[in-house]
């Protein structure tokens, strides 16, 4: 089953060598760049010509029957495909790799995480999954890669990213309209009992989806302060009308209570312009009836417990 994979290729098999090459370079095309040696079976080429290409460097090994056309520089979608066509039949690009590709979060990982139908043996740089309960609705394709559903993937980062990790790539999902909470309770009632299930049971149930999508860094050091000293979760990156239809974005907001976390990081908030901005808009929110803090990177890296007692003292006036 190695190099084995759904996409055949265009018109096969072909009986000149001019028409299989060309074959082979709209089917590579179409991969990233990467193909499967039952993929050029397909196509009408023999194991002579396989290995004549191999020899010639026309062709360059990245996995078992898995092979680069003419090159060996992958980038990682090209990666992923020769992950997932290196794991057989069926595969699908999954976890954090399927995450990343998705669009739901970025992935650092060493290897690349593939679900399988079938058990396969160890591929280096690949860390397969057996799931003998994958459906064809389990199965979705971005960029001609195929991969799990967002419904599932998210079931499998469940399994393997801590809650808050989890959190955000429903709040992505959401953002991107790619949420679909039926598809995800069908995914939770067919995989019932597989790791993953009750982190993801507990998301839904207790984190309301979509509104606590943060900007990298800063921010997700402040929510993460919140969570540790138990202040109740604001809403992030909200907007509020302030006057005459004039609006501005609000890095955490207290609704109840009209209380407003500005968190003020190294790259923003130093120029002139943008200070005189903050001014505006700290006057516009209190003009509105909100109470806003400020807190700066330092503050929030190195002394959260005096932010998280400024809030609380806050929450409790208002």
């Given at each position: 089953m190695d190099g084995e994979c759904n996409i055949v290729g265009p018109g096969a098999p072909f009986s000149s060598i001019g028409q299989r090459r060309h074959a082979l370079e709209v089917l590579a095309t179409g991969q990233h760049g990467v193909v499967g040696r039952r993929q050029l079976l397909g196509l009408g080429c023999s194991v002579d010509e396989i290995r004549g290409m191999?020899?010639?460097?026309?062709?360059?090994?990245?996995?078992?029957?898995?092979?680069?056309?003419?090159?060996?520089?992958?980038?990682?979608?090209?990666?992923?495909?020769?992950?997932?066509?290196?794991?057989?039949?069926?595969a699908l690009l999954s976890h954090r790799s399927g995450g990343a590709l998705i669009g739901l979060r970025r992935s650092s990982l060493s290897y690349v995480e593939v679900s399988t139908a079938t058990r396969r043996r160890g591929i280096h740089g690949v860390k397969p999954y057996f799931s003998s309960k994958l459906q064809p609705q389990d199965r979705h394709e971005v960029d001609g890669i195929p991969c799990t559903s967002v419904a599932l993937t998210l079931l499998n980062l469940a399994a393997v990213l801590p809650r808050r990790g989890l959190e955000r790539a429903c709040d992505e999902a959401e953002v991107q309209e790619l949420f679909d909470l039926r598809a995800v309770e069908d995914v939770l009632r067919r995989f019932d009992g597989c790791r993953g299930a009750a982190a993801l049971r507990a998301v839904l149930r207790e984190h309301a989806i979509g509104t606590t999508l943060t900007r990298p860094g800063l921010e997700e050091l402040a929510l993460t302060l919140c969570d540790r000293a138990g202040i109740p979760?604001?809403?992030?990156?909200?907007?509020?009308?302030?006057?005459?239809?004039?609006?501005?974005?609000?890095?955490?907001?207290?609704?109840?209570?009209?209380?407003?976390?500005?968190?003020?990081?190294?790259?923003?908030?130093?120029s002139r312009r943008q200070i005189e901005r903050d001014r505006r808009k700290e006057a516009d929110l209190v003009r509105a009836g909100h109470q806003v803090l400020r807190a700066t990177?330092?503050?929030v890296e190195r002394d959260p417990r005096s932010v998280a007692l400024m809030i609380l003292a806050a929450l409790a006036d208002r």
């Open positions: 191999l020899e010639s460097r026309r062709l360059v090994a990245i996995h078992r029957g898995v092979y680069a056309a003419g090159h060996r520089a992958l980038n990682a979608r090209a990666t992923w495909m020769a992950a997932v066509l290196a794991c057989g039949s069926g979760r604001p809403v992030v990156n909200s907007r509020v009308v302030c006057r005459d239809g004039v609006f501005w974005e609000l890095d955490f907001l207290w609704r109840a209570e009209r209380l407003v976390l500005e968190t003020d990081g190294r790259r923003f908030h130093h990177w330092w503050q």
